[in-house]
């Protein structure tokens, strides 16, 4: 929702006074400033209630007191970790009213802060999945958008689950739409809240009364619209209209795309209603009660017989990194490593499908060797035909030195490029080296990056001995 927050350097009154002034000067906020206060001058998704305890709190706060002794922590925030468990699932908070950069006025989170947090646990190779522990009842709607599609990104690396502990309202919701499961921690936890609106204030009967009389000099007529003491028109109603409108399209769209459901139904949903426990898993916000304790337990290797597992069984149940996989895999390229760390498997899945992936690639090499040998043989069979009595010709097998020594990869590029460059395709090219120079063929093949592992290496040099 839009609402105006009231300015800590003045009083109820919504016109300037000496008082208020006086306050601001003695304060000295022009010289210390209040962290982010900006941010709180815009449209925001939240609960009604919240919000107007947090207007009324700004009306008594001991301002510079509070900025003083807030501004380093909130700056020292930035760098926050968040926490792993043994078992690779990377914990981030979503705690309290949510601001792009918290300021020293709110208790909340930074939406920067934990995409920040979302992106590196998704790029953490010894993170397995990552799950938000969310207790908010939503925030700004500036960095709600850029932190749900965060999530939404993240979701498509590895799994995200959201866990709402007691409530995750409005921008909240938005955000824990776009995780693979949303959990609620309780039976009473509160959740949705899906809508926008503003709140509009009309204080020009009031400036009447007062004797006051507003002018806004304008260029472009919806500029200084709802000013204070000013008639708040039809015109300038629709257009705010079409605001909240807008930016409520978009909240609806990332929850219907998130939580898998129809455009249509999300509209239902979105009706700024606050669902609890079994209602929202019967609405389809939410996937069940769950608690968060619970739900880390699930990432958790399992055993038989319910006794502890032993602590290296634990550390191999744990996802590998990539140095793992390589140590484990010689040879193995990086679609294979990115494939294993996608699917999180452990030290006996990497081994087996690396297994199979060997067997795959020799096949794979045994078809290659035997349809060049067979080319090969097609090809002598037709120059011999064409060429009967002709002499001087380089033998098969006889242009180059036994035992080929040197930069195989770069030389045999270089003789390819040679027949290329006498008229040959590339391919008839290949078949023209491999003919006259089987020792710089056997050689490439030797060299190339896919064929480094001894099995390979073995049976390349076994089909060059027949």
């Known amino acids: 929702m839009e609402k105006a927050v009231p300015n800590p350097t003045t009083s109820k009154d919504p016109y300037p006074t000496e008082a208020a002034a006086r306050f601001a000067a003695e304060a ?5 400033g209040v962290p982010h206060l900006a941010e709180y001058f815009g449209p925001w998704a939240i609960l009604p ?18 900025v003083r002794s807030t501004q380093a922590a909130i700056e020292g925030g930035l760098n926050l970790p968040y926490e792993v468990t043994y078992d690779g699932t990377a914990i981030i908070p979503i705690q309290g009213p949510l601001m792009k950069y918290v300021s020293s006025l709110s208790g ?7 995409r920040r947090q979302i992106d590196l646990a998704a790029a953490d190779s ?6 938000l522990a969310i207790d908010s009842p939503g925030g700004t709607v500036a960095g709600t958008y850029a932190l749900a599609q965060t999530v939404k990104e993240a979701n498509a690396q590895k799994p995200v689950d959201a866990v709402i502990e007691d409530l995750g309202a409005s921008a909240a919701y938005w955000v824990a739409s776009q995780a693979r499961k949303v959990w609620l921690a309780t039976p009473t936890t509160g959740s949705g809240a899906i809508g926008t609106y503003a709140v509009i204030r009309d204080w020009s009967a009031r400036a009447a009364q007062m004797g006051l009389k507003v002018h806004v000099i304008r260029a472009g007529q919806f500029k200084g619209a709802g000013e204070a003491g000013t008639e708040v028109t039809a015109e300038q109603l629709a257009e705010w209209q079409a605001r909240v409108d807008q930016l409520n399209d978009f909240f609806v769209r990332g929850v219907a795309s998130g939580r898998r459901m129809t455009l249509a139904r999300a509209r239902e949903l979105a009706d700024g209603r606050l669902y609890i426990g079994e209602d929202a898993v019967k609405a389809g916000l939410a996937d069940g009660v769950k608690t968060l304790a619970a739900v880390l337990a699930e990432g958790k290797p399992r055993n038989s017989g319910g006794k502890a597992m032993s602590q290296e069984k634990q550390e191999a149940a744990v996802a590998l990194t990539v140095a793992d996989i390589r140590a484990i895999c010689e040879g193995a390229d990086d679609a294979f490593i990115v494939a294993q760390l996608s699917a999180g498997a452990d ?6 499908a690396w297994q199979g992936e060997l067997l795959k690639r020799q096949a794979e090499l045994r078809k290659q060797i035997e349809t060049q040998k067979q080319e090969l043989a097609e090809a002598r069979a037709k120059r011999e035909e064409k060429q009967p009595e002709q002499h001087g010709v380089e033998p098969v097998g006889e242009g180059g030195d036994q035992g080929y020594e040197g930069d195989a990869v770069a030389d045999y590029d ?3 490029r040679e027949k290329v460059a006498t008229g040959l395709s590339r391919q008839a090219a290949c078949l023209a080296v491999a003919r006259q120079r089987p020792d710089l ?26």
């Open 347 to 352: 030290r006996d899945a990497v081994q087996k």
């Open 49 to 66: 209630e919240p919000f107007e305890a947090a207007c009324a709190q700004l009306e008594t706060i001991r301002l510079v007191e509070h």
């Open 108 to 114: 909340g989170s930074s939406t920067v802060v934990i």
């Open 414 to 416: 270089a003789a390819v």
């Open 441 to 466: 063929h056997e050689a490439n093949l030797l060299a190339h990056p896919k064929n480094q592992g001894s099995k390979t290496q073995a049976l390349i040099r076994e089909r060059f001995e027949m």
């Open 126 to 131: 010894e993170v397995r999945r990552i799950v």
């Open 28 to 32: 000295g906020i022009a010289e210390l």
